[in-house]
Structures are given as structure tokens and as C-alpha cells.
């Protein structure tokens, strides 16, 4: 019930910034031309978004033929963690990383590049599924997917209101910095909401991975390994759509400028000491 009292916020917040943008690019019935393309796009990131995700990172789906080991891994830890089993996806990436999407446990889906397959040891990409899929049974997914396509969403009807300029509500041309200033801060306001909904589910992530795994210190040697691999193996699709970064058990984007200041995850130093206090009990 929390989290979904969560995504209603969400979209309750996501919809009033649409609405703002609105009224600063037409006045009232700009207004309200967002709200309709608000609700639209609602309704659509509750069905389609994580299709959405995977399309965006080239994701392949497979099974226990075309991916024997790592299907059968995640089919292992989705009985372990009384989950239905979701459907399994490959990115072709250096980059090591990994996520789950999906509206619910029933419509889930995890992804793994195949960076990750070749870096981490067996124990190590058990730990990391186990990540993902204590984000499935948390119930996280919707959450992350829906905040990722409609920051994208933000910024796109951002940079109209740059282009554009802003009018008041009686048609008027309005101050022609307003335009830049909501092209400026919408998409701060979206990586706000990002960051305050991701960090806490990062730990409680690791947390119930660890305990799905029975292995906390093999999800730590995995974080500390991907997190030195993720420091000089750029992952181009998160480059390309760096709304998605927050859905990644590692941040794939620079740490530097804006990006830095909007970082979704919590430190890996601080999760990794958190899951070896775990293995030590």
C-alpha cells in the first residue's frame, strides 16, 4: 500500500509540473492541454513503460535454451523469493549493470547486460538478481519505471517552453526568461523526485537480495567490482537516456556537474558496508 501510495504521488507531482510548463507556454488553456497529455501519459507509463525501457536498451529476451546458466540462476532465486518467474532479458553492453521493470511481481521483467555475465562470478550475478528481484517483490518497479519515462517526458515539454517562450492567462506574451527558467528547473524538479524515491529502495534492495541470496558479501564483491567497472565503461544507452540511470542496481552515468548533484543511488561504499554488516551477524 505504501508504494503505491508512492506512485500516486508521483504522478500527482509529475502531472502539476506538466501543468505549470502548460500554463507557462499558453496561459490557462495551456493549462489544460497539459493535463489532458498528463493523464495520457499516465495511463500509458502504467501499461507500456517497461516495454518502453527495454526497447530503449536494445533488450533481447531469453530463455533457458539461449541463456541456460543465467535463466536458470534467476528461475532459482524467483522459487527462492516465492516470486512468479519474470521474464529474462540480455543487453548487449560492456558495461556491467542490470534492472528490473515491469507494474507489478505478475508483469515483471529483469535485464542483464552482457558486461555483467562476464565480470561477476556465479555467487556474484546470483547476488545482483536477487537485488532485482527484491525490487520486484517490493514492488519498486513501477515506481522506478513510470518516474524514468515521465522525467523524460518533463524535459522534452521543457525544452518547448524554451523554444516557445511563455504567455500569460490572457494570451500576452509573458517575461521571456520564464521559459528558460521552467526549461532549466523542470527537469531538476523530475531528478528530485527521482533521487528522494530511489535511494531508500537501494537499500532495502540490497537488503532483501542478500537475504534472498543467503549471500550478502557476494552482492558486496559484485557492487565494488561493477562500481570500479562503471568508473571507464561508458553504457551508451544510459547516455542516451539518462532518466533510466535510476533503475540500475550502479549509476551508469558521470558522477560530475548536474548529474552528480541528481545521483540516484546512495554511495557504494556505504552499501557495501551495510551488506558486509549483514554477513558478519
Known sequence: MFNLLKTAVLMAAITALFMAIGAMIGGQAGMMIALVVAIGMNFFSYWFSADMVLKMYNAREVDERSAPQFYATVRELAQRAQLPMPKVYLIQEDAPNAFATGRNPEHAAVAATTGILRALSPAELGGVMAHELAHVRHRDILISTISATMAGAISMLANFAMFFGGRDSEGRPANPLAGLLVALLAPMAAGLIQMAISRAREFEADRGGAEISGDPQALASALAK?????????????????????????????????RGLFS??????????????????
Open 226 to 258: 561493477i562500481h570500479r567497472y562503471a568508473q571507464g565503461i561508458p553504457m551508451a544507452a544510459a547516455e542516451r537516456h539518462p532518466e533510466t540511470a535510476q533503475m540500475m542496481i550502479m549509476n551508469p552515468l558521470s558522477g560530475g556537474g548536474l
Open 264 to 281: 540516484t543511488h546512495p554511495s557504494t561504499e556505504e552499501r557495501i558496508a551495510r551488506l558486509m554488516a549483514m554477513a558478519r551477524r
